[in-house]
């Protein structure tokens, strides 16, 4: 894969929180840079099978997007995958107990293919670099320190 980067934070919140509050596609927008819509496409609470559509801005690129739950675990971990997508990415946070709050892991696997493929390292500094923000944006808000 072209892309396999993994970026943390540690919250000051248990993890039933901060699970609570990344896995809702209505907070998504306050805390994933560039996302410009996300609107759930199936009915009730995230479950396996779940799928939401996002639009985001990428590079001054208007990117359109789908991503379906594949696993999830309360408290503990969702992993999803993109089913409509420029290129195919998988991705998976993961929450865990830590002193003091929740260590929150997101890693983001995939990455365009072909001729594409070439720029990967490239693309990966930057998918690194966004992620490592947004996860700073998400401990914000649920710390309570949001701008």
């Known amino acids: 894969m072209a892309i396999d980067i993994t970026a943390e934070v540690t919250v000051n919140a248990p993890p039933a929180r901060v699970f609570a509050y990344a896995i ?3 907070n998504e927008r306050e805390w994933i840079g560039g996302l ?11 479950a396996a099978g779940s ?3 996002r639009v985001a801005k990428f590079a001054g690129r208007r990117i359109e997007y ?5 696993q999830i675990e309360p408290d503990a971990m969702l992993a ?9 990415m998988q991705i998976t946070y993961r929450f865990e107990a830590v002193d003091g709050g929740t260590r929150m892991t997101n890693r983001v696997q995939g990455g365009p293919g072909g001729l594409m493929a070439l720029f990967g390292p490239l693309m990966a500094m930057g998918v690194k670099r966004n992620v490592s923000a947004d996860l700073r944006r998400l401990k ?6 949001a701008p």
């Open 80 to 88: 999803m995958r993109s089913i409509k997508a420029p290129f195919p």
């Open 140 to 145: 914000a808000a649920v710390e309570g320190n």
């Open 51 to 53: 799928q939401v559509a």
């Open 66 to 70: 789908v991503n379906e739950v594949t």
């Open 24 to 26: 809702d596609p209505a």
């Open 36 to 46: 410009v819509e996300s609107k759930p496409l199936s009915e009730g609470p995230i």
